[in-house]
């Protein structure tokens, strides 16, 4: 189980502005990597560490810390519920 884990999440790495930028990619691709939780996670680093611009874009390119928020925020408030109620269980 654990290994299937691991290869969805190297493949939303892949599917993330980490290693190219977004503007050479497919449009199709580009749309997939620009709303990708990594790539705004990704950018706010580079934003926050002073390494490289904010790129112009859709909303998670372009304000990459808030997206970051907004997604953490999101999932945690998806997820802990959900993993709360599985805990929470008699077995």
């Known amino acids: ?10 493949s ?5 502005n980490a290693f190219v930028p ?3 990619m497919p449009s199709g691709l ?3 990597a620009e709303w990708n ?7 706010a680093a580079r934003s926050l560490f002073g390494n490289a611009p904010v ?7 372009a ?11 999101a999932l945690i408030a ?5 993993t709360a109620r599985r805990f929470a269980k008699p077995e």
Do not use: N
């Open 37 to 43: 939780p990594f790539s705004a996670a990704i950018a």
């Open 30 to 32: 580009r749309a997939v």
């Open 1 to 10: 189980m654990a290994p299937a884990r691991w290869g969805r999440l190297r």
């Open 22 to 24: 977004t503007d050479g």
């Open 63 to 73: 304000h990459p810390v808030l997206t970051t928020v907004l997604w953490s925020l």
């Open 12 to 16: 939303a790495a892949m599917l993330s």
């Open 78 to 82: 998806l997820f802990a519920p959900l």
């Open 55 to 61: 790129p112009e874009g859709p909303l998670p390119l």
